[in-house]
């Protein structure tokens, strides 16, 4: 099995024999926050403004991307079975791209508290669910086009959000 695990510092690491071994990749960046596969096996790592790697080969090897519109950090992603691929980001930004990430869009952004974005999941290519600072929680049914605030109630920061089917998520 294939493990790839990145930070700070800039290293991506790789193992294919369940991390009795790691072989490292050296990138530009210091930090690197967000990794996702599509169902194709092409991969795709965010950080720091403008960090944008992608892969073909499994993550044998990275290419630096240009991130046309990535000019924010990015935590999160998340891709759909339709290959969009979604990044959560500062500012109250969410990112869209549907062309393998040539190029990106603002798909949803929170002009007034503007607070960050941490994480951005997606059930369905419909449904998705975007967390952050102070409690902050998105959620969008129809492919991105609104989204809506929802209160939880809660101050605390939320940082991330996985589903284990499409109806419970933590």
Do not use: M
């Amino acid at each position: 099995q294939i493990c790839i695990v990145t930070g700070t510092g800039g290293v991506i690491y790789r193992t294919t024999n369940r991390g009795a071994n790691w072989l490292p990749f050296f990138t530009n960046y210091s930090i690197l926050n967000s990794i996702e596969f599509n169902s194709a096996g092409s991969g795709y790592i965010f950080g720091a403004p403008f960090a944008f790697l992608k892969t073909t080969n499994n993550g044998s090897s990275w290419n630096q991307n240009t991130a046309n519109g990535l000019f924010t950090q990015v935590y999160s992603a998340s891709i759909t079975p339709a290959n969009t691929c979604w990044c959560a980001a500062d500012s109250g930004i969410i990112f869209r791209s549907t062309d393998d990430g040539s190029n990106w869009n603002i798909a949803y952004r929170e002009y007034l508290t503007k607070e960050n974005l941490r994480s951005v999941y997606f059930i369905n290519q419909s449904t998705g669910i975007a967390v952050g600072t102070h409690g902050v929680l998105l959620a969008t049914i129809n492919g991105g086009i609104n989204w809506s605030y929802r209160n939880l109630g809660n101050e605390n920061s939320l940082n991330t959000l996985q589903f284990v089917n499409s109806t419970t998520g933590f």
